[in-house]
């Protein structure tokens, strides 16, 4: 999705950085509100012998693809344009 605004803004007419840096700045809260989700939600988990491992995975997971999505993504978008 920040592809897309980052493409639509630049349909527009915004610069290439600039397009970059407001599509993470809208897709930021979405990302975070939902990692925040299910890391909170699964947090409970952690504590059962059974599902302990398998919660700690999915927070971790959740986490660092947010973490790639809104720094990593943007800026191989903003280098592959740039070329």
Do not use: C
Not at 29 to 54: E, S
Not at 57 to 73: D, E, K
Request: net charge neutral.
């Amino acid at each position: 999705m920040i592809i897309d605004f980052a493409q639509d803004y630049q349909q527009q007419g915004y610069d290439l950085v600039d397009t970059v840096r407001e599509a993470g700045a809208i897709r930021l809260r979405p990302i975070l509100l939902t990692t925040l989700a299910i890391a909170l939600g699964t947090a409970i988990m952690v504590q059962y012998a059974v599902f302990g491992g398998l919660a700690i995975a999915l927070i971790s997971g959740s986490i660092s693809s947010a973490i790639f999505a809104v720094f990593i993504i943007p800026l191989l978008y903003q280098r592959m344009m740039k070329n």
